[in-house]
């Protein structure tokens, strides 16, 4: 248990469908992201959230839309998604104190096939 | 912009042996930390071990070390007494001080054999 809760665990969406990943944590964490882990390619950092402000965008097709409504929790609107982006899609969280970044604690993922 | 380069896609050793995974990097910073994790088949992503670049003393957690050579841009793991729970996906990762963007290498599956 790593204090990082993702939901859901697996999640099959055609493409003109709606849906949304969600992540929580529980370590009192000011700091969230999304990750894209594809097969046979490095995990791929998406987007940053620092005291639920995006820090970061790393040129992610607007078919992805992240909300972080407070620092505990993130999520991620998918919508007319592609097959290319049948991946493991990671949140993690970490403390940022005095512009020092801590480690960074993942959740277990949810496994995303698109149809 | 900063690369991490791991070149053993996969390695496999025996229970109780000790096996070293290799990672380079790229990186025109001074101050910046490094990181191995670990992905077990449960998918969730275990931070194994931690070294900041302003350290010269290598990093040690239990039965895991790290061989860092600032000047080579090399990040060595090793695992000893390797244990069939150890079986696993190990990412090396960068981080520049001070920043927050994770940038991780291709991985090396690890294969404890009994």
């Known amino acids: 248990e790593t204090g990082v809760t993702q939901t859901p665990r697996h999640l099959v969406m055609g493409m003109t469908n709606k849906k949304s990943l969600k992540c929580e944590q529980h370590l009192g964490h000011n700091a969230m992201y999304w990750y894209k882990q594809s097969a046979k390619k490095p995990l791929e950092l998406m987007f940053v959230y620092n005291f639920k402000e995006q820090t970061e965008n790393n040129s992610v097709p607007s078919r992805f839309s992240p909300e972080c409504p407070n620092s505990s929790h993130l999520f991620l609107h998918l919508h007319t998604l592609q097959p290319e982006d049948s991946a493991l899609y990671l949140c993690?969280?970490?403390?940022?104190?005095?512009?020092?970044?801590?480690?960074?604690?993942f959740g277990d993922g949810t496994r995303l096939s698109i149809l | 912009a900063q690369t991490v380069t791991q070149s053993q896609p996969e390695m496999s050793v025996q229970e109780a042996e000790t096996v070293t995974l290799s990672c380079t990097y790229d990186t025109s910073e001074n101050n910046y930390y490094l990181f191995w994790y670990k992905q077990p088949p449960s998918r969730q992503m275990i931070l194994v071990i931690r070294?900041?670049?302003?350290?010269?003393q290598n990093a040690t957690e239990n039965r895991f070390s790290v061989n860092f050579q600032k000047a080579a841009k090399s990040f060595s793991l090793k695992i000893s007494d390797s244990q069939l729970g150890d079986t696993a996906m190990y990412f090396c990762?960068?981080?520049?001080?001070?920043?927050?963007?994770?940038?991780f290498g291709g991985g090396t599956r690890v294969l404890v054999k009994p």
């Open positions: 993690a969280s970490s403390q940022v104190t005095g512009g020092i970044n801590q480690p960074q604690h």
């Open positions: 070294q900041e670049a302003y350290k010269q």
């Open positions: 990762a960068y981080l520049k001080a001070a920043g927050n963007k994770l940038t």
